[in-house]
């Protein structure tokens, strides 16, 4: 069983569109989060939840608004699509905030590609 | 924002060579230290979890150990295998939030 499974796996879409990328942990875990791997490789945070309260919300554009219907699920809807939020998209999970020998479980990421 | 440094940015090994990278961080706010494997075109996967000064961990041929006085962290892999080949991150955990390393690139050769 996939304990974080992002869906899709692919995106391919075209400017000024609105997409959204689903996230399930079936861990049980109370924290969720999403990162965006830029060019570099390199992991940034983007917005985090916990038990659906939302406790991390990086200075990303208010295009992208995350929605957690319940603890087990972070989606990532994003309006209005540019070139620039081309990228891997990760989602990942935690047992709970403040569980400091907890490591983070992640998603396979979505590759979104903007045209 | 916090600084995590790795170093070095990629590192090519002979299969069996031992070796070791580094990851630096700022000592304030310090809770945990993580690392993670990254292999290409999946998802980085947990190695260890140190929160501890002077915490020593093993997993197979592959050690880590901390110093959150001084603010640095070492990975070790013994007698390097090419399925070692991978990107290995760092991270800094504060709390809520996690700060990432730009990670080291090891790449085994055969």
Same mark, same amino acid.
């Given at each position: 069983? %996939?304990?974080?499974?992002?869906?899709?796996?692919?995106?391919? %879409?075209?400017?000024? +569109?609105?997409?959204?990328?689903?996230?399930?942990? +079936?861990?049980? =875990?109370?924290?969720?989060?999403w990162?965006k791997?830029?060019?570099?490789?390199?992991?940034k945070i983007m917005f985090s939840?916990?038990?659906?309260?939302?406790?991390i919300n990086e200075t990303v554009?208010?295009?992208?608004?995350?929605?957690?219907?319940?603890?087990?699920?972070?989606?990532?809807?994003?309006?209005?699509?540019?070139?620039?939020?081309?990228?891997?998209?990760?989602?990942?999970?935690?047992?709970?905030?403040?569980?400091? +020998?907890?490591?983070? =479980?992640?998603?396979?990421?979505?590759?979104? %590609?903007? %045209? | 924002i @916090?600084?995590? /440094?790795?170093?070095?940015?990629?590192?090519?090994?002979?299969?069996?060579? !031992?070796?070791? *990278?580094?990851?630096? *961080?700022?000592?304030?706010? *310090?809770?945990?230290?993580?690392?993670?494997?990254?292999?290409?075109?999946?998802?980085?996967?947990?190695?260890?979890?140190?929160?501890? &000064?002077?915490? /020593?961990?093993?997993?197979?041929?592959?050690?880590?150990? @901390? &110093?959150?006085? /001084?603010?640095?962290?070492?990975?070790?892999?013994?007698?390097?295998?090419?399925?070692? !080949?991978?990107?290995?991150?760092?991270? @800094?955990?504060?709390?809520?939030q $996690?700060? $990432?390393?730009?990670?080291?690139?090891?790449?085994?050769?055969?």
């Amino acid at each position: 069983d %996939t304990a974080v499974s992002q869906t899709p796996k692919y995106l391919v %879409t075209q400017m000024g +569109n609105d997409k959204s990328i689903k996230c399930e942990q +079936n861990l049980g =875990h109370d924290t969720m989060y999403w990162y965006k791997q830029d060019s570099k490789k390199f992991l940034k945070i983007m917005f985090s939840y916990n038990n659906k309260e939302l406790i991390i919300n990086e200075t990303v554009p208010n295009r992208f608004s995350p929605k957690s219907p319940d603890k087990a699920h972070l989606n990532l809807h994003i309006n209005s699509l540019e070139l620039g939020d081309s990228a891997v998209y990760f989602c990942a999970s935690r047992q709970r905030t403040g569980a400091y +020998n907890s490591p983070l =479980h992640f998603g396979n990421g979505t590759r979104l %590609t903007v %045209t | 924002i @916090l600084n995590v /440094e790795q170093s070095p940015q990629s590192l090519h090994v002979q299969e069996g060579d !031992s070796t070791n *990278f580094t990851c630096s *961080f700022p000592s304030s706010n *310090f809770y945990a230290l993580h690392w993670y494997r990254w292999e290409t075109a999946k998802s980085p996967e947990a190695l260890f979890v140190m929160t501890l &000064n002077g915490d /020593e961990k093993k997993k197979g041929r592959i050690s880590a150990t @901390l &110093n959150t006085k /001084e603010g640095y962290s070492y990975l070790y892999i013994k007698g390097s295998q090419p399925e070692d !080949s991978a990107t290995y991150l760092c991270a @800094l955990n504060t709390g809520n939030q $996690f700060y $990432f390393g730009t990670g080291t690139s090891l790449t085994v050769i055969p």
